[in-house]
């Protein structure tokens, strides 16, 4: 059988290399390198686990601003079983109402009836867009779905980004997607895992949202050294654009399963320098995990909602909860 199978594989590395490019996103010419921030979170957490759907887990935040108004959050829920997609609804970021699962995976589909969730909101152009995590729980990938009202979505009929080729540093997975726009583009940041089952971060670009190229270099974050904090996985990213910089809070693993978060900065997207700053959850509810950030920044302030638990798991059964706090400027004003 090898001489079969042999061929094949130029071909498909052929096919791979129309998906990869060399980008970085719009440089910006970097601030104060002094600069730093402290995180302050709720002693509470803002969306507890609730009942059915959600009693085992909720987690995955993803908020945006509607209308300069009402904030949107997709966020994940977790039933033993299966992990959903629901919607929640607020006018200040800390008292939500819940208006119900809008999203679950199609056993009949790629999707394998596992998960369809862990995703990632934006609205452009007026049309809600959400990038969403389904596949086999062993090599999940990236889907998209569209809507009008958050509340009935119409899901792409293929993933939108696949994991990578043979030996390639996301062969065994995509999911964890972050995205934000800076015309023409938009720009992912996803997780990848390779064969070694090691998680890292990476970024690809898309006119559309559908069709996306992968950065030839990537991954774009390594593991941390011996004994850091993210020794052991990289994952569940949030970029956003302030004090001259690009920003990104990602969560990492330890050893253990503990996670805590994580924060680089750049000035091009693509090349990114660790700060010397790890938040951990201060809580007995966030204790063990603090992870899944999304970030607006609204008023000079960087706003994050994340999950957290007080198990150290790596996917769920973390008794997982939606928090809140803000990343403020310390000795600087934080600016756009």
């Avoid at 085992?56 to 966020?75: A, K």
Wanted: aromatic share 12%; with cysteine.
């Amino acid at each position: 059988m090898k001489p079969a199978v042999r061929p094949l594989f130029p071909l498909l590395l052929l096919s791979a290399c129309g998906r990869y490019s060399d980008f970085t996103l719009p440089p910006v010419p970097g601030g104060n390198p002094d600069f730093t921030f402290a995180f302050q979170s709720r002693p509470d957490p803002v969306i507890p686990r609730g009942q059915g759907w959600e009693s085992g887990d909720v987690l995955n935040p993803s908020v945006v601003r509607l209308d300069d108004q009402v904030l949107m959050n997709l966020y994940s829920g977790f039933d033993g079983r299966t992990w959903h997609t629901g919607l929640a609804t607020s006018d200040d970021g800390q008292s939500w109402n819940r208006k119900g699962k809008v999203l679950s995976p199609d056993p009949q589909t790629w999707e394998a009836g596992y998960i369809a969730a862990n995703g990632s909101l934006i609205v452009h152009d007026g049309q809600p867009m959400y990038w969403y995590v389904a596949g086999p729980k062993d090599r999940p990938r990236i889907g998209l779905a569209r809507s009008d009202d958050f509340r009935h979505w119409h899901k792409e009929p293929l993933p939108v980004l696949e994991p990578g080729p043979y030996a390639s540093w996301d062969e065994y997975g995509v999911a964890d997607p972050y995205v934000i726009r800076i015309d023409p583009y938009f720009y992912l940041y996803y997780l990848g895992q390779d064969r070694a089952r090691r998680q890292r971060l990476g970024v690809a670009r898309s006119q559309d949202g559908v069709r996306w190229e992968k950065l030839r270099t990537n991954p774009i974050l390594e593991l941390g050294g011996p004994g850091a904090f993210d020794e052991a996985g990289l994952g569940e990213s949030a970029v956003w654009q302030s004090n001259l910089y690009y920003w990104m809070l990602y969560t990492g693993r330890d050893l253990h399963e503990n996670r805590r978060m994580g924060l680089a900065r750049s000035t091009d997207g693509v090349h990114w320098t660790r700060m010397p700053l790890v938040f951990g959850g201060g809580n007995l509810w966030d204790a063990k995990v603090i992870c899944d950030p999304t970030v607006l920044f609204e008023g000079g302030i960087a706003r994050v909602w994340f999950g957290g638990g007080d198990v150290a798991s790596p996917d769920e059964n973390l008794h997982g909860q939606i928090g809140y706090g803000t990343l403020e400027p310390v000795g600087a004003k934080l600016t756009k």
